[in-house]
T-cell receptor, first 115, second 114 residues
Framework: GAVVSQHPSWVICKSGTSVKIECRSL??????MFWYRQFPKQSLMLMAT?????????EQGVEKDKFLINHASLTLSTLTVTSAHPEDSSFYIC???????????FGQGTRLTVV | AQTVTQSQPEMSVQEAETVTLSCTYD???????LFWYKQPPSRQMILVIR??????QNATENRFSVNFQKAAKSFSLKISDSQLGDAAMYFC???????????FGKGTHLIIQP
């Protein structure tokens, strides 16, 4: 299947700093990528839909100024957690689809710890 | 809004036996897609099986099969001949298709007893 790579796998940052997470589709082009958040022992919650060349669409309750998404190319979407706080500590996962109505391929996730 | 419900937080099965994981969903759409994903301790999401709502035939992938009941909005996963490697969290998910993201259930932790 298609490969989606996420980087970094884990990151520890100080409160108040910003952290950028990259999501790359390695062997296909993805006009749409998705960002999810997963708290320990909980399910994945869709945060936003990242659209190449246009603004991201955020789910209700997700602060767009807090979680900046940029999808500058067909193979790369980035999620920047701005002014991170301990409550932002979580597991962030991206996914991408080969095409409309096709299987979603997931990155390996990024564990963010804010201290 | 669509919702996905998995009522079994944890299931346990003996190796080589069969286990069924339950999932119900709520939607007002007639065309949509349903998925079962596996998340092992590595936390990598792995697609187990997929079902298109317009297809009446239940999807099957080797030891994994689903019982899709559209009228009842039920989508259960049956794992036959359970193996130790099947131990993981299993998430049921819904997509409206197109450029929709996935709505996940809370997950079922599957334990395989050797």
């Amino acid at each position: 299947g298609a490969v989606v790579s996420q980087h970094p796998s884990w990151v520890i940052c100080k409160s108040g700093t910003s952290v950028k997470i990259e999501c790359r589709s390695l062997d296909f082009q993805a006009t749409t990528m998705f960002w999810y958040r997963q708290f320990p022992k909980q399910s994945l919650m869709l945060m936003a839909t990242s659209n190449e060349g246009s603004k991201a669409t955020y789910e209700q309750g997700v602060e767009k100024d807090k979680f900046l998404i940029n999808h500058a190319s067909l193979t790369l979407s980035t999620l920047t957690v701005t002014s991170a706080h301990p409550e932002d500590s979580s597991f962030y996962i991206c996914s991408a689809c080969l095409g409309v109505n096709t299987e979603a391929f997931f990155g390996q996730g990024t564990r963010l710890t804010v201290v | 809004a669509q919702t996905v419900t998995q009522s079994q937080p944890e299931m346990s099965v003996q190796e080589a036996e069969t286990v069924t994981l339950s999932c119900t969903y709520d939607t007002s759409e007639s065309d949509y897609y349903l998925f079962w994903y596996k998340q092992p301790p590595s936390r990598q999401m792995i697609l187990v099986i997929r079902q298109e709502a317009y297809k009446q035939q239940n999807a099957t992938e080797n030891r994994f099969s689903v019982n899709f009941q559209k009228a009842a909005k039920s989508f259960s996963l049956k794992i036959s001949d359970s193996q130790l490697g099947d131990a993981a969290m299993y998430f049921c998910a819904y997509s409206g298709g197109g450029a929709d993201g996935l709505t996940f259930g809370k997950g079922t932790h599957l334990i395989i007893q050797p």
